[in-house]
């Protein structure tokens, strides 16, 4: 990145955008203990998408503006970014003294400075783009419109004609102005340039005595400044202060990851009961069946199959694998090439290699399974003894047999056999045979006599 000096001796980066992300509200609706924008859509923060949303779109500078005592959404922007700036609001004075909490990154004169809110999610790179092009175009603010289904308790975006004039808060709104269709959005562009100077204009002369950000408007008109309107779908502006909302917008943007999937050629026979995350990754001709979860950090390969309610969470499912139904792929978990895991199956942290089987009923963690084995019925890996977690190594083309228990840390050689039900404390080279399981005890014709002995008790007892 190469960096310019200009008149006022500040520096400045190429084409130049400044993302501001107001995330200093309080959240109380949520009803949570949990910042707001820590809240997950799609596996990820809110505040995550939203920094996503503004790198995508081209801003190479970003300022997060956090309240007092918000150290867990400084780490997570710094986390996401680590390039942004973190900015403190101490007083919750309005939208447009957050944006000026972040002053000096303003100062800094990039082209264009876009406001998004922390807790609008769903904004798509295009759109930002669209915004900042507006002010390419000459505008010195560029206010997203939209027309809600249901527009109490947005803004109104009153025009003369087809140029916009103001934005009026519902609470500050006449009955006319409430009347109005088209709404705000939240997020503006404005000119690098003029930024300071229409923000430092703006009172707090209203209902709730706040410094709105929608003042911008009317005070770039009053400085003969040019203002335009990007409209958008609802969809894309869904601000979230409540649980519920919460929830819509997660339906939201599951139905946009599930249509992304199915534009790449998943295969779902019922999308709708398929639950992605935001960094889920597929390769081709994937099929999932109905009810499957993927936590974040998920990825796919050709023509695996993913059959009904399994649940993976950081997990790799290698080309032509097979999981499920009911299989759980906790984190760590990687499946190689055409693996097989079935019913009832959890595996993680373990590497199970080419062409390995795992069908039934079966727990292997902090483990690798060697190409070709079997991993019977029932059978398990012990990895923790209450204190520590050890690793157990099972060769390639090993059988292990049903109900085995394995204690780890332990090894098992190339091709090695374990019996059926055997505990396994000890290694076992390869191509060897272990059984460790006490040896069956037959006594002819007991059964009967067994029988009447205990009816001959139960007698008793009713006597
Ligand atoms: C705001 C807009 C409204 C718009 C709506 C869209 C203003 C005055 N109103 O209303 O026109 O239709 O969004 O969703 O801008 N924040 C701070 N510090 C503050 C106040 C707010 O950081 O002092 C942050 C909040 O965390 C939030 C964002 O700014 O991320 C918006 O604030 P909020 O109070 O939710 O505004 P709305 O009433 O929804
Ligand atoms: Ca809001």
Known sequence: MSLKRTVSGQTETDGTCLAIVLAAGEGTRMRSTEPKVLHQIGGRSLLLHVLNAVREAGCKSTAVVVGPAADSVAAEAKRASPTAAVYVQTERRGTAHAVLAARNAIARASNDVLVIFGDTPLVRPQTLTRMRQAIADGAAVAVLGFRPAEPAGYGRLVLEGRELVAIREELDATPAERAIDLCNGGLMAFAGNTALAILERIGSDNRKGEFYLTDAVATARAMKLKVMVVETEEDEVRGINTKAQLAETEAVLQQRLRKAAMEAGVTMVAPETVFLSADTKFGQDVTIEPFVVFGPGVTVEDKAVIRSFSHLDRAHVGKGALVGPYARLRPGAHLGEDVHIGNFVEIKESMIEAGAKV??????????????????????????????????????????GSNAALVAPVSIGDGAYVATGSVITQDVPPDALAIGRSRQVVKENRAARLRQMKSAGKKKVAE
């Open 359 to 400: 069908n039934h009923l079966a727990y292997i963690g902090d483990a690798r399974l060697g190409a070709g084995s079997n991993f019977g019925a029932g059978a398990i890996v012990c990895n923790y003894d209450g204190v520590a977690k050890h690793r157990t190594d099972i060769g390639k083309g090993a059988f292990i």
